[in-house]
């Protein structure tokens, strides 16, 4: 691997600053000295040794890949970190998608959008996960519906998979349903070890 640490946030729209941020404490906390990267031109993406998608609108995420010409150079990333539209653009299966809306089918898990209703059925509540303790906060969030063997769940909402990992080859993703950027970092410690392998 390269010298220099990089981890990219696709930052068209969403909350990009909010998971810079805890990008950054994360590799504080960390100690390690990583280079924490907007991501909005194909150009950059072979510099990263890993993409966090932010939650937002997996939709308009979608097309504004697309119109970047970035889309099939998405796939080739390494890792990548999806939280709620982020896990969408990660799952090989979508429900209540749009007629074109399309997915990068890294992960091996079935994903239903705007699950839990409209936007005022959002909700917060504290969560107990494999990493430990998490204030999640659910806004028009997706439900992971079904995965493959080799998905590890990490944490569950009554029942329903929240949050869950797959290792595919040299390949590692991460999907959450929630946004841990707002309320913790305990996620992107997380997803930054396995990247870096530590
Ligand atoms: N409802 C959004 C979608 O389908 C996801 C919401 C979110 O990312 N908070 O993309």
């Given at each position: 691997m390269k010298s220099q640490k990089t981890v990219g946030i696709l930052a068209f729209h969403g909350d990009v600053i909010e998971h810079i941020e805890a990008t950054k404490n994360a590799s504080k906390n960390l100690h390690l000295?990583?280079?924490?990267?907007?991501?909005?031109?194909?150009?950059?993406?072979?510099t990263l040794d890993a993409l966090i998608i932010p939650g937002g609108e997996s939709t308009t995420l979608h097309k504004l890949c697309e119109r970047e010409g970035m889309w099939e150079?998405?796939?080739?990333?390494?890792n990548i970190f999806g939280t709620c539209a982020g896990a969408i653009m990660l799952s090989n299966q979508v429900f209540h998608k749009t007629h074109d809306q399309k997915t990068l089918e890294l992960m091996d898990i079935e994903i239903d959008r705007n699950a839990y209703g409209r936007q005022t059925e959002s909700f917060e509540k504290d969560i107990k996960t494999s990493l430990g303790d998490i204030h999640a906060v659910f806004i028009r969030a997706p439900r992971i519906i079904k995965v493959k063997k080799d998905v590890m769940i990490l944490a569950r909402n009554d029942g329903e998979i929240i949050a869950c990992e797959q290792k595919i080859n040299k390949n590692y993703y991460l999907a959450v349903c929630f946004h841990p950027e707002l309320t913790s970092t305990i996620f992107h410690e997380y997803f930054i070890k396995k990247v870096y392998q530590i």
């Amino acid at each position: 691997m390269k010298s220099q640490k990089t981890v990219g946030i696709l930052a068209f729209h969403g909350d990009v600053i909010e998971h810079i941020e805890a990008t950054k404490n994360a590799s504080k906390n960390l100690h390690l000295n990583i280079e924490v990267v907007p991501v909005r031109t194909k150009e950059i993406i072979h510099t990263l040794d890993a993409l966090i998608i932010p939650g937002g609108e997996s939709t308009t995420l979608h097309k504004l890949c697309e119109r970047e010409g970035m889309w099939e150079k998405m796939k080739q990333i390494k890792n990548i970190f999806g939280t709620c539209a982020g896990a969408i653009m990660l799952s090989n299966q979508v429900f209540h998608k749009t007629h074109d809306q399309k997915t990068l089918e890294l992960m091996d898990i079935e994903i239903d959008r705007n699950a839990y209703g409209r936007q005022t059925e959002s909700f917060e509540k504290d969560i107990k996960t494999s990493l430990g303790d998490i204030h999640a906060v659910f806004i028009r969030a997706p439900r992971i519906i079904k995965v493959k063997k080799d998905v590890m769940i990490l944490a569950r909402n009554d029942g329903e998979i929240i949050a869950c990992e797959q290792k595919i080859n040299k390949n590692y993703y991460l999907a959450v349903c929630f946004h841990p950027e707002l309320t913790s970092t305990i996620f992107h410690e997380y997803f930054i070890k396995k990247v870096y392998q530590i």
